[in-house]
């Protein structure tokens, strides 16, 4: 009996062992790599959209061997966290904006000052394309997965804008570089997450909102704003990453997978989003009665004088960091004028 003891215990340790708590992000039956992603908006919302297409992409591309777990609407990871945590490892992949955290990222940030891109996916194909080339030090310590941003932003108002000078001590909710470019033009900007602007608009407290033109339809805003001063302002810029070390670790033919779909992803999100901005607008016209505005080429030049002080600050801003910074504005002008 004495001598069964030792076998008993040990067959005991073995079972128990194996009813602890796993590692989510460990390879799982079979060989599937499972990995978790953590994004902030909102399922319906087109980052979280570009989010799913990307882990079908993925686990068709890969014949199931990588399973991704998604996380929308900041389950797993707050938006101001999902960057630091994936360089924890607390996510394997996260979603982020960059504008969430000023200065971090230098070279990202110029995407989001006033070049007037005609669409969400030229600047989308212009960002993939400007990280692809620079190399920048602020994602040294993750893998960009891919990058991606929304449309140019709009006004949308309570009250019609068809001009600049409409914009007058306008309160309206807007953010990032937005913010000062209306607050230049003229306009009286509120800083505010978007999902306490349809209770601002109610109250008064705003009276609209410098936004890109889906949410629109994906938060009802046309019910409140049935005018909109179509300014193709700033985009808000996006990246995906994922933890370096889960991706050095990755089966080469993985990262084959994962590195291809980099540009790709990139192209298709600003082509779904700049689709779903024509559907809102058309959605908000039928429902809503919307008006869509367009400034005069004088108002046109007047918002292009109005952001080159914001680009050579930013010039100044940067170079002192020791970014190139005029390298990077060159090589953006350079793609838009192509």
Known sequence: MKMLMPVLLASVVAVLSGCGPKDPTAKAGAGTITLNYANFPPASTFPCIQMEHWKTEVEKRTAGKVKVNTYPGGTLLGAKDIFDGVIAGTADIGNFAMSYQPGRFPVA?????????????????????????????????????????????????????????????????????????????????????????PDALQKGVV?????????????????????????DLCVTSFAVVMNKAKYDALPADVKQVFDALYREQAEWTGAYVDQHVLEALAWSKENHHLTVNEPSAEDRAVLRATAQPLIEEYIARVTAKGVDGQAVIAFIRGKIAK
């Open 207 to 231: 009276k609209g909102n410098v936004s890109s033109g889906e949410v629109l339809k994906d938060m009802n805003y046309a019910s409140y704003c049935p005018f909109v001063f179509k300014t």
């Open 109 to 197: 940030e110029a995407l989001d000052l006033p070049h007037f891109f005609a669409d969400a996916k030229t600047s989308s194909r212009i960002l993939a394309e400007l990280i692809e080339t620079f190399k920048p030090a602020e994602f040294a310590q993750v893998k960009v997965l891919t990058v991606f941003t929304c449309p140019p932003a709009l006004v949308m108002s309570t009250k019609e804008v068809k001009t600049l000078a409409d914009l007058k001590n306008l309160p309206l909710r807007s953010s990032g570089t937005g913010a000062e470019v209306m607050k230049r033009l003229g306009a009286s900007p509120v800083a505010m997450p978007q999902s306490d602007v």
